[in-house]
């Protein structure tokens, strides 16, 4: 193992860890696809297999991390390489919330399975997880591709996925307000749509490491942006 | 700057950043004491004081992710010391993520102020806030220490805030069933609860970080805990 530190080296075993993250990546597109299907059919044997397959999201973020750091050992990249393997441990961990989220959405699915339904709200919910599925693909994209305008494209779409969210935490106010029976099942419905925007979050966290990539630096309000929900007093 | 890469050097560029990362803690546990303090006694000046100063927590952890990247480039790092600058990068994503909640805490703050004033919650708030703050301290003492024994006492004690948690949660869900008039300041606080615990977690990662030094490898169950109130059907 006397590699020497040449550029097509670390270009090789940077792809070979890329391809973990696109694996990664894939799978955590189907934890939330799944998550979200298993809520609105109420499909308790999909919300279960959903959180079985947790352990292996989680597994392979412990073996990217492992990965990067040796390649920072034996390579030792600077500047631009070094900057993309920090990345790819940025998105891996990012990827793993997402995951964590949807392994939690799979676990209120069961609960939910045995209440009465609100009205129209696991429809919307869905709608919400296919948007943030989409904005993840696109955002891996514009990392392999190093894609900014995509990347920008990501960030700007979070918009909606947050209006989608203040939107279902109003109505579940209203619900609860008109039918005090309907609390605990708008509670959990609730804490689902809350994690889902902030998948979007990470997903937004994501597509900013492709302009860290470029620059050296994030950009500016990149923090992860918090609700406005948290200064509404009443719903509409 | 033609450093040769001496274990020294390494060392000595090591405790700049590590400062930094003191620095950063320090500014994280002020951000949550203050945000549960302005809660408790309605305060909203600190509240937005609190918020205004979470942008100098992120700024800081930028600049330890710039100064540990450099590090990296310059000193070129193998085995535990390469772990360690690793480490102080996860901790940074940690620390940021737990003053988010605090800047979140402080804004729903704000709103809490208006409303009627729900018997003893923002009490029980504080209690919880002040664990997390006691853990956060330790946590940080066992990974400059190198204290294993205290980072798994922290661990330990994340299952307390866990409990706390889980009776707030369930506390929330009868008062909004017995009065429907306080289910906006319920779903608040009760938002607030649920980032606390989060922070829980959080600090939690912080201390398995300990571990993950001495050993290369994170401890079993390190994955983000969720709560328990997923499956909470009816509150008891």
Known sequence: MQDQHIASAFDRDLEAIQALLMRMGGMVETAVLDAARSLDTRDEELASEVRANDKAIDALEEEINQEVARLLALRSPVGRD??????????????????????????RTSVLANADPVEGSTGALRRMSMAVVSMLKDALDAFITRNEVLAEDVRVRDEDVDQMYNGLFREFLTYMMEN????TACMHLHFIAKNTERMGDHVTNIAEQVVYL??????DE?????DQTSLAVEPS
């Open 214 to 219: 470029s620059t050296g630096e994030l950009p």
């Open 180 to 183: 005090p029976g309907t609390i």
């Open 82 to 107: 070094l900057r993309t393997a920090l990345s790819v441990m940025k998105i891996a961990a990012n990827l793993e919330r997402v995951g964590d989220y949807a392994k939690n959405m799979a676990k």
């Open 222 to 226: 990149s923090r992860t942006k918090m």
